[in-house]
């Protein structure tokens, strides 16, 4: 299997935004599931927001409101983050069935 590629992230004011994105290390499939997970210091890994199949978006409720989970036809996953919280401060990796995590990318708001 191989590892998904995640970047777009950085240290950012609160209020402010962030674009993540996710690639595949090898040429695949159009995206069908896939979701984002994030891990803060001393914590597990936690799921942020997936899209099905068909579509369906779903959220934790931590970020409902402010952040938005896309794909395109170029097979690339995105995560908008808004209205950034200090509590947002972790690092977010993406997930689809058939590859292995990825480095993740370090999305930092300091208090």
């Known amino acids: 299997q191989e590892p998904l590629v995640e970047s777009g992230g950085g240290l950012v004011q609160p209020g402010g935004s962030l674009r993540l994105s996710c690639v595949a290390s090898?040429?695949?499939?159009?995206?069908?599931?896939a979701a984002w997970y994030r891990q803060a210091p001393g914590k597990e890994r936690e799921l942020v927001a997936n899209i099905s199949p068909t579509g369906t978006v779903t959220y934790a409720d931590s970020v409902k409101g402010r952040f938005t989970i896309s794909r395109d036809n170029a097979k690339k996953l995105y995560l908008q983050m808004n209205n950034l919280k200090p509590e947002d401060t972790a690092v977010y990796y993406c997930f689809r069935p058939g590859f292995t995590w990825g480095q993740g990318t370090q999305v930092t708001v300091p208090s």
């Open positions: 090898r040429n695949s499939d159009s995206i069908q599931y």
